[in-house]
């Protein structure tokens, strides 16, 4: 079942819509009570990563996405 709120409700709590939205709830948008528009989740991406060939590049290491406490720090201020 869908949440449904108007179109005044949705302008005031978009970004709480869209994280509702996000966690897998589909919200219907009314207009004078019509139902105009919906906000769905987006499917997930999943897969594994591939390089787009910049610099000739052929793989992605495995710690490509794995913290770096170096940048962390700089990011912290230390």
């Known amino acids: 079942m869908s949440l449904i709120v108007s179109l005044y409700d949705a302008k005031t709590r978009l970004s709480a819509l869209v994280d509702r939205a996000a966690g897998g709830e589909e919200i219907v948008i009314t207009k004078n009570g019509v139902p ?30 794995a913290r770096d406490p170096a940048i962390e720090a700089l990011f912290a201020g230390d």
């Not at 999943?46 to 490509?64: H, K, M, S, Y």
């Open 36 to 65: 105009q528009a919906k906000i769905v989740p987006l499917p997930t991406l999943g897969g594994e990563r591939v390089p787009a060939g910049a610099l000739g590049l052929t793989r992605i290491g495995d710690d490509f996405d």
